[in-house]
């Protein structure tokens, strides 16, 4: 379902003009997020963006304020701001992330999005990505046959190398070593792609 932007609303948005603020506010759907025209940050997919007229009507579609801009003076508390973010991480934890792309996806800074999430969550959003992709892997060790390089590629590491000596320091084993010990059975399990045989 696409939305169709007036050009002068999106020109404002990725012009970032202050003139159209409180004329309307845009919300993206990839990260549920509400920001004022001239918010500062990355330019939006448009297919992605959703116009309203007011800030009252994008929260009651479930968006919510952005961190930077606060559109009409609204403050996300900081724990559902991590939160949120911390949902988005676990389905897109097998992109490229950096500290910095995770800052502009939830549109905030990368020195405040790094305290505010150790404060919150206890560890670094690094980690908890590191974290995720760990468990993901070690669970496609145990219920597929999968090559390690495959599965390191699923979860976010494509390079086999860095995958393997991380996937050792953390959980003390390589993941083959891993798998021989936990593979489950020889049930017929879901794989990461359909290979013949
Ligand atoms: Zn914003």
């Known amino acids: ?73 609204l403050r996300l508390p900081d724990e559902e701001w991590i939160e949120q973010l911390a949902e988005w991480i676990d389905e897109n934890y097998s992109e490229p992330l950096t500290l910095d792309s995770l800052a502009e996806v939830c549109h905030g800074s990368p020195y405040h999005l790094q305290r505010t999430f150790k404060r919150i969550k206890g560890i670094s959003p690094m980690k908890y990505i590191q974290q995720i992709r760990l468990a993901k892997a070690a669970h496609y060790l145990k219920i597929t046959d999968e090559s390690v390089t495959n599965i390191g590629s699923a979860v976010g590491y494509p390079n086999t190398a860095y995958f393997v000596t991380l996937f050792k320091e953390v959980m003390a084993k390589t993941p083959r070593d891993y798998r021989k010990i936990h593979r489950i059975g020889k049930v017929e399990e879901e794989n990461l792609d359909d290979t013949n045989e």
Not at 43 to 64: G, M, S, T, W, Y
């Open 1 to 73: 379902m696409k939305s169709r932007i007036p050009d002068t609303y999106w020109k404002a948005i990725i012009e970032n003009d202050s003139a159209y603020d409180n004329t309307f506010f845009y919300a993206v759907r990839t990260t549920g997020i509400f920001c004022r025209p001239s918010c500062k940050s990355r330019p939006p997919n448009k297919e992605n963006v959703r116009i309203f007229k007011n800030a009252k009507l994008a929260q009651l579609e479930h968006f919510r304020p952005c961190k930077r801009c606060k559109p009409n003076g």
